[in-house]
């Protein structure tokens, strides 16, 4: 789009807004929850974030441009929102050469075996995320404690005691909730920061409220008749449901995606009702412990279908018989 | 699985132990004819009509005839025999109904007399004692689990069809690719 004379066919009117632009305000709105899982979880989460994304960078120049030049590096930072994303989800005490073979395997297999930006129908962190998990259990489901203050003006790295998650039976006040002083993966703890990240992102039209609200509020339905059959009805217990594991994480950064969930309006919102069904229904009815990953992996196998089936009326159509 | 209740029979069949993706059983269907949303759909029936009969046809011969009887390694070949003629019938029916899905369909369609999912699901109805209402649950859910992974890379693989898939992985490779990360989405479902 640099070339001033462009012969081409319509539409001839360009937005300022591109595949670049868009991409790096992704980052812009990821910076408050990176920046919380570092202060949280310390130097490992910040290896881990750092790692992932550079991996993911110089995967897809290599693929895209097969050099290492810094312009191709940069590239349009769809990789870098992969590698991001794909950081924040693995716990911080993730050994490195996994996240490099994480990060691997969301760029190549996820992104670019399908044909790359635009083309992949699966997320691809959550592909790398979900491949990880299935090779390396016991790595993908040791979460340590977030770090204190002191912890902090003492010494820089500390080797902190292993501890459960809130899905994992971890006992935690709503509010420590919100703020993210809990054990999980680096991004997904505090939920301030997410909501700050989705302003931004709902600000400058980048996401769409549909899949979101689905997915949000069919997430709460289930908490809500799950605990109502359960005879401990409370507020508290949806609201601690929603911030617990990735579900605020994904409902801002994952289902958003534009690439990989449906076009159509009336098909975001089932989008994003199907993921919280599935998301809910394997956290409190089956053994594994969180149903993000898995929720949106088939959700997203099913959104040409339902791109198919909800494809809307046009103007002035009648019904044929 | 016999103590389970029926609705956790159905969504086991249907999901946890899904018959393509957790057991990969019948996979030659599956990547063969997940060419066209509407081919799919059209096998994904007549598997699930396969299935429902042979299973409860299988299990009475099962369990007044072979079982008695002590003819228990007469099985496979009777629940073959079973299946193959089933499958005669739903071949003369497609043939009738409608020529476009017999012609769709092609070579797989007398293909699912050898379709090991339904021959898995005769035996493991068996095997798993599982009682005769339990087993028309358990075939409906196992064809219902088969007929939604079916229509789902059918559709995967149409729109794939539309996207600048390299050329090396076009085709087959992709679809094989995409039906990897599906089943790794279905390892979620775990009891």
Sequence with gaps: MTDKFVVGPSPHVLGPKTVKSVMWEVVIALAPVSIAGILLFGLDALLVLVTATVTAMILEALVLHRNLKPASILGDGSAAVSGLILGLILPPSTPLWMVVIAAAVGILLGKHAFGGLGNNIFNPALVARAFVFMSWPVAMTTWHGPLSLSDWTTRVSVDVASSASPLGGAQHGLMEMFLGQTAGSIGETSALAILLGAIFLIVRGHIDWRAPLGYVGSAAVVAAIYSFLGGDFALTTIAWQLMAGGLLFAAVFMITDMVTSPVTKTGRLLFGIGCGLITMVIRLYLSAPEGVTYGILFMNAMVPLIDRYTVPKVFGEVKSR | MSEYGLFMIFFAAAFFNNFVLIQFLGICPFLGVSKRVESSLGMGMAVL?????????????????????????????????????????????????????????????????????????????????????????????????????????????????????????????VALLAAGILALAFSGFVL
């Design chain 2, 49 to 173: 009509f396969v299935m429902t009969l042979a299973s409860l046809i299988t299990w009475m011969l099962h369990e007044f005839l072979l079982f008695p009887l002590g003819l228990d390694y007469l099985r496979t070949i009777t629940f073959i025999l079973v299946i193959a003629s089933l499958v005669q019938f739903v071949e003369l029916f497609v043939q009738k109904a409608s020529p476009t899905l017999y012609k769709a369909l092609g070579i797989f369609l007398p293909l699912i007399t050898t379709n090991c999912a339904v021959m898995g699901l005769a035996i493991m109805n068996v095997t798993e004692g599982l009682n005769i209402i339990q087993t028309l649950v358990h075939a409906l859910g196992a064809a219902a689990g088969f007929t939604l992974v079916l229509v789902m890379l059918a559709g995967l693989r149409e729109h794939l069809e539309i996207h600048d898939v390299p050329k090396p992985l076009a085709g087959v490779p």
